[in-house]
């Protein structure tokens, strides 16, 4: 006796072919993507202790998600970001974004002591609406410290703001991005 097999069940070489070209060019418009850092500024020269600026510097666009958190790792492993001709200004690095061509969040990342921490990308979108739920009472609690005073609890809670919404991967990088934060946490 044989059990009836609906011709949906396998997809011939054409069909593979084309549907791996096809992602293929889905993924080629969405490319290169590009790199940058969020960094805390400030020179070093006592009498300017107080001016401390936030500054976003542009790491360089990449071909593809491993080379990207490479280059990301390297650039701030010094706990450095290189200042260009201001050479009494230090830039320490503080989050790392990846974007698409689109500008789409690929991929982002707190950095400590010289390290980047990926945040984990979103698995649904129910899970990214809860996020976005978060990271918004997280603001609200931050504008509220400083609107008593306190600049520090402020300063921290809008760091756990920005590590959620890191969290908000495009829904076309997830499982890459994901799949790329699970073999970093190996690495």
């Not at 061509?101 to 649904?124: F, K, M, Y």
């Not at 739920?133 to 400083?146: I, P």
């Not at 990088?173 to 790329?180: E, F, N, P, S, T």
């Amino acid at each position: 006796m044989t059990a009836p097999i609906p011709q949906t069940a396998f997809r011939g070489p054409g069909n593979n072919l084309i549907g791996g070209v096809l992602a293929r060019l889905r993924l080629a418009g969405r490319l290169p993507l590009r790199i940058s850092c969020n960094c805390r500024a400030h020179w070093d020269d006592p009498a300017l202790d107080q001016l401390c600026i936030n500054r976003e510097v542009d790491l360089g666009t990449y071909v593809d998600l491993a080379a990207a958190m490479i280059e990301a790792r390297n650039a701030v492993a010094s706990g450095l970001i290189a200042a260009g001709r201001d050479a009494a200004l230090r830039r320490a690095p503080q989050f790392i974004t990846i974007l698409d061509a689109e500008h789409c969040l690929v991929l982002a990342g707190d950095v400590q002591t010289g390290l980047i921490r990926w945040c984990a990308p979103v698995d649904s979108d129910a899970e990214a609406r809860f996020v976005v739920s978060e990271a918004c009472g997280l603001r609200t609690k931050a504008r509220a410290a400083t609107d008593v005073g306190d600049p520090a609890s402020a300063a921290a809670l809008l760091t756990r703001a920005r590590s959620l919404e890191g969290r908000l991967v495009d829904p076309f990088w997830r499982d890459l991005a994901a799949a790329a934060v699970d073999l970093a946490l190996v690495a």
